[in-house]
Structure formats: structure tokens, C-alpha cells
């Protein structure tokens, strides 16, 4: 089985280490951004990022990580991943576009080698694009997707129907017919999985569009990171995980 998830022997590299962390309890989801919590016995709130459903971690009593605002606004903290097994989900976008970013810096993605990131948040026909990276001459543009969805033993993308992402798939693939080069990658906030898919039933416009898009040359990619509990950090475990469309 660890051949088969391909997970390295070895330690796996830490991209992000975490202050202060809080452990925490989920009460409930009280909209896209907050959640109610539980931490150091007393009930409050905490901001979340990322707007997929997340029904299968913002459940009651689920245990959850969060951190402190240093100058807190409407919430005191930010949550940011779930325990699951041994380890914790990691859920949070922002942070998971850092680790992406050490990641690269590091030069732990041999398929990225060489690349720098140029730009970020880059205008794109009607989209907003994550990155614009380049190795040499080559400019890439690359969008970055949050896969904590689990089916199985795959990690999926999306768990709730998104316009934003269809435009932005349109707009690639439109890019790259016109001779330009683009990446989609999903970033695997679970460590046990064998590989990505899409998820067709919630949303089979985004799975059209992925698999046209890797017919034209759009390059769909997935990496896999977590959160280490252990050791409050942030960590790589596969840098190519396999992709079934």
C-alpha cells in the first residue's frame, strides 16, 4: 500500500511551520466564512476561506486546528485544518497556496523545476489566474484548486457547483488554443488517497472542461500536503499524484 500511494520512506519535507496553534471543536458552519467553535473550553468563532461545502469535515464534534488573529476583526481565529486518521485535513486556501509557493522555491516539484513565480493574481480574458510562473522564455499561467474532497480512496474537486471555475477553464483553454501554456493544479489537503478525479455529478461542466482541456494541452496536475500535528507544521508528501479523469 505505500508504493501504491507512493508515499516517500523518508521524512517528509516540511514547507510551512505553524505558531501557536489552538486545538478546537466544530459546532457548526454559520456561513461561508465563520464557524462556530469550541476552543479552551469556551464556544467561539473562527474564519474559514474556503467557500466549498466541507460537509464532510464542519461537522459537530469533529476536531478541528486553528490559529489566533494577532489583531483579531470580526473572529479571534482562523481555522485551518481537521483531524482525520493521524493527521489533519488542511482546508485552509490561503495556506495551502503558501506551502504550494515553498514547495516551488525548494524545488520539491520536479515538473516545475526551474519555474518562478512572476505574478501573482494575473488578469486573464474574464478570470483571475493565481499565477503567472516562467523557466527561461516560457511563461505559464496557473490556477491553483482546493481538492479536500474525499471519495473513496481519491481525492476530488469540487464539492459544490462553481461558476468562477468554469470561467477560469474557459479561459485557459482558450489560452492554450491560441498557442499559450497553462496548468491547473489541485492541491491535495489529504494524505491518504491513491490519486484525483473530478467530481462529475456535482459539477460535469468542470469535468468537460478538464477533459477537453488535457486533449488541447492544458496540463492538470495534483500535489498532496497536510498538516503534521505532531510537529505543527505543514508538509509535502506527494509532489505528482496521479490524476484520473
Known amino acids: 500500500m505505500l508504493d501504491e500511494l507512493r508515499i516517500d520512506k523518508r521524512e517528509h519535507p516540511i514547507l510551512l511551520k505553524l505558531r501557536s496553534v489552538k486545538s478546537c471543536k466544530i459546532i457548526g458552519r454559520i456561513n461561508r466564512f465563520v464557524v462556530e467553535i469550541i476552543v479552551d473550553n469556551r464556544r467561539n468563532f473562527a474564519h ?11 461537522i459537530k464534534g469533529k476536531e478541528g486546528f486553528c490559529l489566533k488573529f494577532e489583531k483579531p476583526k470580526k ?14 485535513a488542511l482546508i485552509d486556501t490561503w495556506i495551502q497556496g503558501k506551502a504550494f509557493e515553498k514547495a516551488l522555491d525548494l524545488e520539491l ?4 523545476h526551474g519555474y518562478k513565480i512572476i505574478k501573482r493574481n494575473v488578469k486573464l480574458n474574464n478570470s483571475m489566474i493565481d499565477y503567472l510562473i516562467k523557466r527561461g522564455d516560457a511563461e505559464t499561467y496557473l490556477e491553483l484548486k482546493s481538492a479536500v474532497q474525499r471519495i473513496d480512496r481519491y481525492a476530488s474537486y469540487p464539492d459544490a457547483p462553481s461558476i468562477r471555475a468554469r470561467r477560469q477553464l474557459r479561459d485557459l483553454i482558450r489560452l492554450v488554443e491560441n498557442g499559450g501554456k497553462a496548468i491547473i493544479l489541485f492541491i491535495v489537503g489529504l494524505r491518504d488517497v491513491e490519486a484525483f478525479k473530478p467530481n462529475k455529478e456535482i459539477d460535469p461542466k468542470i469535468h468537460q472542461l478538464l477533459l477537453k482541456g488535457s486533449q488541447i494541452g492544458l496540463k492538470i496536475k495534483a500535489i498532496g500536503i497536510y498538516y503534521d500535528t505532531n510537529r505543527s507544521s505543514i508538509k509535502l508528501w506527494n509532489s505528482d499524484i496521479k490524476i484520473t479523469l
Do not use: D
Not at 481555522?79 to 493521524?86: D, K, P, R, T, Y
Open 48 to 58: 474559514i476561506n474556503n467557500t466549498g461545502r466541507l460537509q464532510e469535515y464542519l
Open 75 to 88: 473572529t479571534k481565529y482562523r481555522l485551518f485544518s481537521i483531524a482525520v486518521n493521524e493527521y489533519g
Open 109 to 112: 516539484i520536479p515538473w516545475l
